[in-house]
């Protein structure tokens, strides 16, 4: 069972192949137009605008919102403040929730007795299980130059991915350290990790790092990333061959 | 009479040998470990990586994860569908309003309009199955250029760095930058429209 909506902005895809439950889909892209409804800085009705419009304190916020801002502030310690949601004038929280929904959102499956399946979001993904094929997911990484291609196609079972990248504008892309300047020597950087919560809140923080991230991703046990610089070199992190096909 | 040399060199001369030998190896070493020390600080950007607070195994603590989860506001699903509150449409957004979630859709190949991206236009192609999405794809795409210049490597010591090579593999799903930008819903949302009977 297959299905894709457009919620948060982006097509979201949930393929299941151990239910034919519909009304597990369905609850699980309800959750995400939950999500969207309390998170996204698009929506002036949304909790995150009314904190950010100042109608809300964030310490009055709802306990959703609070363990969200919790994380961002654990994220941003243990990535030396590479990941930020504060925009400077703003909160914007898309680079942790959005890793967050869709591991909840597999919590809901696995708790639904799914053991086959994967949720992908934007193209941040968890996988669980295997495919149709009995083999472990194939998952190819999008040619930042031409998006209708990919350049690497992995394996992977049980854990998550995810991708930051530059090369669709109004792409948030953030450097705390260096707000205004853009991010222009890499152009994705692919993470994979424990679970997607995991990797893309570090794949969002070692983007911000430019060509530096690979190493922080290198540095870090349980993730492998692979990074493509604005010349169209990659560099994998020394573990992540493991994960490749082709 | 000539006076032959002894063949073995005097003492003092076999010292003075010995000596510069070993210092010639000791200098060598030295010369080398040196150049290797001023490569290194030639990549001074290496000491910019941040190092990861974390060395251990990096997963939150699972209370908190676990916490973060169930705030979210999902019970455990049951044997029927859970009943969240989803409030419809009427949300302000500044991205044209999200297509309508249930299959309204006629099955068929659907083209969005040409929308304008900051690097070029976007153009997006929806295919209708059974009456839900089951494919979105592009057929323009804002064309990001490769610079020319060979993007420094000397700042990942020793991680290799390859080319990208288009691979021709079928794969389950695509992972890449996240498709948010407001073009790509303008076009995808004129592609909607369209397979909307």
Redesign the interface.
């Known amino acids: 069972m297959?299905?894709?909506?457009?919620?948060?902005?982006?097509?979201i895809?949930i393929?299941i192949l151990d239910s034919d439950?519909e009304?597990?889909i369905?609850?699980v892209?309800?959750?995400f137009?939950?999500?969207?409804?309390t998170f996204?800085t698009?929506?002036?009705?949304?909790e995150i605008s009314a904190i950010n419009a100042g109608r809300i304190a964030p310490e009055s916020a709802s306990?959703?919102m609070r363990?969200?801002f919790?994380?961002a502030e654990?994220t941003r310690?243990?990535?030396?403040g590479?990941f930020n949601i504060w925009r400077g004038d703003r909160y914007d929280p898309a680079g942790i929730v959005?890793g967050?929904?869709i591991?909840?959102a597999a919590?809901?499956?696995r708790?639904?007795n799914c053991a086959n399946f994967?949720v992908?979001a934007?193209?941040?993904?968890e996988?669980v299980g295997r495919?149709a094929e009995g083999q472990f997911?194939?998952?190819?990484?999008?040619?930042?130059?031409?998006?209708?291609?990919?350049?690497?196609?992995l394996a992977i079972s049980d854990c998550g991915?995810?991708?930051?990248?530059?090369?669709?504008?109004?792409?948030h892309v953030y450097n705390p350290h260096a707000p205004g300047q853009p991010i222009t020597?890499?152009?994705?950087l692919?993470v994979i990790?424990?679970?997607v919560?995991?990797a893309d809140r570090?794949a969002t923080a070692a983007f911000a790092?430019g060509?530096?991230g690979?190493?922080?991703i290198?540095?870090?046990?349980?993730?492998e990333g692979y990074m493509?610089?604005?010349?169209?070199?990659?560099?994998?992190?020394?573990g992540f061959r493991r994960y490749v096909?082709? | 009479m000539s006076q032959r040399k002894s063949s073995r060199p005097s003492p003092l001369l076999r010292a003075v040998k010995k000596y510069s030998v070993s210092a010639f190896v000791v200098c060598s070493f030295g010369a080398y470990a040196v150049h290797e020390r001023l490569l290194a600080t030639d990549v001074s950007?290496?000491n910019?990586?941040?190092?990861?607070?974390?060395?251990?195994?990096?997963?939150?603590p699972p209370a908190?994860?676990a916490?973060?989860?169930q705030?979210?506001?999902?019970a455990?699903?049951a044997?029927?569908?859970?009943q969240?509150a989803?409030?419809k449409a009427n949300?302000?957004?500044?991205?044209p309003p999200?297509?309508a979630?249930l299959g309204t859709y006629k099955d068929g190949e659907y083209t969005g309009a040409l929308a304008d991206?900051?690097?070029g236009n976007?153009q997006v192609k929806a295919v209708i199955h059974g009456g839900?999405?089951?494919?979105?794809?592009?057929l323009s795409?804002?064309?990001?250029r490769?610079?020319?210049?060979?993007?420094?490597?000397y700042?990942?010591p020793?991680?290799?760095?390859?080319?990208?090579?288009?691979?021709s593999?079928?794969?389950?799903?695509?992972?890449?930058?996240?498709?948010?930008?407001?073009?790509?819903?303008q076009s995808?949302q004129s592609a909607?429209e369209a397979a909307k009977s």
Not at chain 1, 2 to 11: A, D, F, N, V
Not at chain 1, 33 to 37: A, F, G, P, Q, S
Not at chain 1, 218 to 223: G, P
Not at chain 2, 48 to 60: L, N, Y
């Open positions: 297959k299905s894709t909506r457009i919620l948060m902005g982006m097509p895809t393929e439950d009304g597990v369905e609850s892209f309800a959750y137009t939950h999500i969207d409804e996204s698009y929506k002036d009705t949304s306990a959703e363990a969200v919790a994380l654990q310690q243990e990535t030396d590479y959005k967050l929904a591991a909840h919590d809901m499956l708790l639904a994967y992908d934007g193209g941040d993904i996988a495919n997911w194939r998952v190819g990484i999008r040619n930042p130059f031409d998006i209708r291609q990919i350049v690497k196609v991915l995810a991708t930051s990248g530059t090369y669709i504008r109004g792409q020597d890499i152009v994705s692919t990790g424990p679970d919560y995991e570090f790092m060509r530096y690979i190493m922080f290198e540095q870090l046990a349980d993730f493509i610089d604005a010349g169209g070199q990659a560099t994998p992190t020394s096909i082709s | 950007a290496v910019q990586v941040p190092v990861a607070a974390v060395t251990r195994q990096v997963s939150a908190l994860i916490q973060a989860r705030i979210a506001g999902a455990p699903v044997s029927k569908p859970m969240i989803a409030s949300v302000a957004t500044a991205l999200a297509a979630a991206a900051y690097y976007v839900q999405i089951s494919d979105v794809s592009f795409f804002p064309n990001h490769r610079t020319s210049v060979r993007i420094n490597t700042a990942m020793y991680l290799t760095s390859e080319a990208i090579q288009v691979q593999a079928n794969v389950n799903v695509i992972s890449g930058a996240t498709l948010t930008s407001e073009a790509f819903a995808l909607l």
